[in-house]
T-cell receptor, first 117, second 113 residues
Framework: GAVVSQHPSRVICKSGTSVKIECRSL??????MFWYRQFPKQSLMLMAT?????????EQGVEKDKFLINHASLTLSTLTVTSAHPEDSSFYIC?????????????FGPGTRLTVL | GENVEQHPSTLSVQEGDSAVIKCTYS??????FPWYKQELGKRPQLIID?????GEKKDQRIAVTLNKTAKHFSLHITETQPEDSAVYFC????????????FGQGTILTVHP
């Protein structure tokens, strides 16, 4: 099956620093990727849709200047949490559909646990 | 946008019993409904999915039913085992939120030996 990787798996940083998370589709091309955030004991909440070659689409309430998304290639999307604060500590997960033409199965990355001190 | 409600939030069963988790959705144009199992600190794993042109789908001990008219779908797990213990999420996609998954709140399933 299709594989999506994420790096790093865990990151601890100081308040005010920026953190970059990478999401890669290893054996397929993904023109679209999705970024989710999951707080402890809560559901996955979609943050933004990453589109290859164009600007990301952010969900209501998600600050685009704080969560920078770049989808520079068909296999890589990056999420940068700028000026991170303790309230940004969460589990960040990306996903990619096998094809953007038909709504269907998505493949999730293993997630990145961000802890901001 | 789409809104998905999931019940119950916790479910405790004895090994061998059946478990049923229910979800409702708001966007009548949604057409893809996956169910995920998530263990602590891990990625969601797809366990079964159903499209809007099908009313029921089964895979061994797991089945999903969909009622488009009422806009609800359910997960049925039979002969539960302790390893089925996890958090289960329903989701909906398609329609006006094309491609994006909207998740339910999750159900913590505990199967007691």
């Amino acid at each position: 099956g299709a594989v999506v990787s994420q790096h790093p798996s865990r990151v601890i940083c100081k308040s005010g620093t920026s953190v970059k998370i990478e999401c890669r589709s290893l054996d397929f091309q993904a023109t679209t990727m999705f970024w989710y955030r999951q707080f402890p004991k809560q559901s996955l909440m979609l943050m933004a849709t990453s589109n290859e070659g164009s600007k990301a689409t952010y969900e209501q309430g998600v600050e685009k200047d704080k969560f920078l998304i770049n989808h520079a290639s068909l296999t890589l999307s990056t999420l940068t949490v700028t000026s991170a604060h303790p309230e940004d500590s969460s589990f960040y997960i990306c996903s990619a559909p096998l094809t953007a033409r038909v709504v269907g199965k998505q493949f999730f990355g293993p997630g990145t646990r961000l802890t901001v001190l | 946008g789409e809104n998905v409600e999931q019940h119950p939030s916790t479910l405790s069963v004895q090994e061998g019993d059946s478990a049923v988790i229910k979800c409702t959705y708001s966007d009548s144009a949604s057409n893809y409904f996956p169910w995920y199992k998530q263990e602590l600190g891990k990625r969601p794993q797809l366990i079964i999915d159903i499209r809007s042109n099908v009313g029921e789908k089964k895979d061994q001990r797991i089945a999903v039913t969909l009622n488009k008219t009422a806009k609800h779908f359910s997960l049925h797990i039979t002969e539960t085992q302790p390893e089925d213990s996890a958090v289960y999420f329903c989701a909906a996609s398609g329609g006006t939120s094309y491609g994006k998954l909207t998740f339910g709140q999750g159900t913590i399933l505990t199967v007691h030996p």
